[in-house]
């Protein structure tokens, strides 16, 4: 527990003193709140009863001045803690999105995105509560509870001994209650989960849905969780309100007795018993059940934020990044590539690529090409520095890709994957993603691509917003925006992982006449499915089960008679797509 919390330490120590001010002024805020009825019987007995008006204003103004006390540190106390535990949960909360954004692909590739969303926001927001509202002020009720005892005691101890009697079966009472209570809460949020989850996914699958006439079919499964949320609630909301309705019932119980005894008491010979006397421990009980009634809440709120700080740690704690180098490469490097029996796996002992050598001179175009599943992608991910871990070397312009700054890689490689990722942005932001990059080389690049055909199709031109995850943009118009983003940094090489999926034919002449115009410009490394393609490249790379079994130009491996050749006799069959002319 204590090492779970000490996670937080880093975070709440810029808050310190406010913390520090909140923690101090609890014995205050309790004294001057137990001081109170005290003060309001001596008013009541000394001056009202008594009828003297000497010293009254005196009492009187005692009194008030310990009532504006402690509204007033009791407000400074609620602004601290407030201001302290949210600007410590901002900071968590900036760290771990800063920790998760440098978290290398392989680790998302084995999350669901949705709980490291999770992590992000529930479980911070559960710590929030604690924070501001278990914690400290657990100690303030604890404080509160024990000054009023105090108090009491000293005004009369045998009535403090009688209502303490009641202590041990109310907090029994309370304890069944908040059990139970807290089977009911993870039911709400199980139900609750099930119900978002449920919703997201047919949502973002609406188009199937109605296509296949299941809106019926949807909206009764709906019902039915929507139905499962709302009864848990419903039995949540009882207890809750039971178990406030018990105490202020057993409250008001105990200041009845209070009033019925006082009464008979007050006047009796020994004077003991006093009109202040009852109106002091009237004014008592209520103090002593409120933070009652609360208590057992705040320790659900800290247990919560005890699980969820554990699942934050294991976050935190995840060291899967990207290594990054230190070496700099000159400013307008060559572009000269090569790889020497690169060998990588995803899972330990399981080679996709098993020792791949190849080089790419500056200028020239390559062509690799090999069935699905040889490797191609991996390839492109190595290079583009998706993927740490591999073996072998590969020299960009002669200094070792891990050991190159990311700065410097990033001007010197640019990579187009296969899945195009765009966001609900301008497509300005989608091409330069709030880099500010030299205009003159935006509109260059955008020109250069064809970008310029898919902004000109809106008045907006490059302003225009894209739609969710750039649905309002074809598969192959997201390929050109894409291969534009690349070339919008004018690296020395650029990387084109050809996507597969079919592009219609105008945007497959416009994305053609882009890649020409790129190879006439840059070396290049292009996974290649398009016949076109393929064609216009110096030399291909066949690539089979992650080996290069070929190297060549189309005529010579033709010539060869080998594995190229077959692909090619295929009609690249699976492999390779041929462009529709
Ligand atoms: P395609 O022509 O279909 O794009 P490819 O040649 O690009 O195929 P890769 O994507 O490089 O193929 O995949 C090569 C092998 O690596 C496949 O067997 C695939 O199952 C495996 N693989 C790819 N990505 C991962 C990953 N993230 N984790 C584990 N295995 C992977
Ligand atoms: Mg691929």
Request: charged fraction near 25%.
């Amino acid at each position: 527990m204590t090492s779970r919390w000490a996670l937080l330490v880093q975070d709440v120590k810029p808050d310190l003193p406010r913390f520090t001010f909140a923690l101090v002024s609890i014995p205050l805020i309790s004294a001057l709140g137990a001081a109170q009825p005290v003060l309001l019987k001596r008013v009541l007995d000394e001056h009202l009863v008594a009828r003297q008006a000497e010293g009254l204003w005196t009492a009187a103004g005692l009194y008030l001045a310990a009532v504006l006390g402690s509204f007033v540190i009791e407000g400074l106390y609620t602004v601290a803690l407030a201001v302290a535990a949210e600007s410590s949960i901002y900071r968590l909360r900036q760290r771990l999105v800063k920790h998760t954004l440098g978290l290398s692909q392989r680790f998302f590739e084995g999350q669901p995105t949705g709980q490291v969303l999770t992590r992000a926001t529930s479980d911070v927001d559960a710590l929030s509560e604690a924070l501001s509202q278990g914690s400290i002020s657990i100690l303030l009720d604890i404080s509160n509870i024990a000054a009023v005892l105090i108090a009491m005691a000293w005004l009369n101890s045998g009535m403090t001994l009688a209502l303490l009697c009641l202590a041990p079966p109310l907090v029994a009472m309370i304890e069944f209650f908040r059990r139970r209570m807290r089977v009911l809460f993870a039911e709400v949020r199980d139900a609750l989960a099930a119900l978002n989850s449920f919703t997201a996914e047919r949502l973002s699958g609406i188009e199937v849905l109605q296509l296949y006439r299941q809106e019926e079919r949807t909206q009764a499964r709906f019902r039915a969780l929507d139905a499962a949320h709302r009864d848990a609630n419903v039995k949540n909301n009882f207890y809750d309100a039971a178990l406030y309705a018990l105490i202020d019932g057993i409250s008001s119980m105990c200041v009845a007795l209070m009033l019925f005894w006082g009464a008979r008491q007050v006047g009796l010979a020994d004077g003991a018993v006093t009109v202040g006397l009852v109106v002091a421990f009237v004014d008592y009980i209520d103090r002593v059940f409120r933070p009652l009634r609360e208590f057992s809440g705040k320790v659900t709120f800290l247990q919560r934020a005890g699980a969820s700080l554990e699942k934050i740690g294991w976050l935190l704690g995840v060291e899967d990044r990207i290594t990054a180098g230190s070496r700099e490469l000159p400013p307008h490097s060559p572009g000269r590539l090569v790889l020497r029996d690169v060998r990588f796996a995803y899972r330990p002992g399981n080679d996709i690529l098993k020792g791949v050598s190849f080089s790419v001179e500056p200028g020239e175009v390559i062509a690799v090409v090999g069935r699905t599943g040889s490797g191609k992608s991996t390839l492109v991910r190595l290079l583009a520095r998706v993927h740490d871990g591999y073996r072998g070397s590969i020299e960009v312009d002669g200094v070792e890709l891990r050991d190159i700054s990311p700065a410097s890689i990033r001007r010197a490689i640019g990579s187009v994957r296969q899945e195009v990722q765009l966001f609900s942005d301008t497509l300005r932001f989608n091409l330069t993603l709030g880099e500010a990059l030299d205009p003159e080389r935006l509109r260059e690049a955008v020109e250069l691509t064809n970008a310029q055909v898919i902004a000109d199709r809106h008045p907006d031109g490059l302003d225009q917003e894209l739609r969710e995850r750039g649905a309002n943009v074809s598969a192959g118009e997201g390929q050109i925006l894409a291969l534009a983003r690349a070339m919008a940094r004018d690296p020395a090489i650029v990387i084109l992982d050809e996507a597969t999926a079919s592009v219609d034919p105008l945007s497959e002449r416009l994305l053609q006449e882009g890649i020409e115009r790129v190879f006439a410009r840059k070396t290049c490394l292009v996974i290649a499915h398009r016949l076109s393609t393929i064609t216009h490249a110096d030399r291909i790379v066949v690539l089979e089960a992650g080996e290069v079994i070929e190297i060549g130009t189309h005529a010579e491996l033709l010539a060869k008679g080998g594995a190229y050749a077959a692909l090619y006799a295929e009609g690249f069959e699976n492999t390779i797509r041929v462009a529709s002319k």
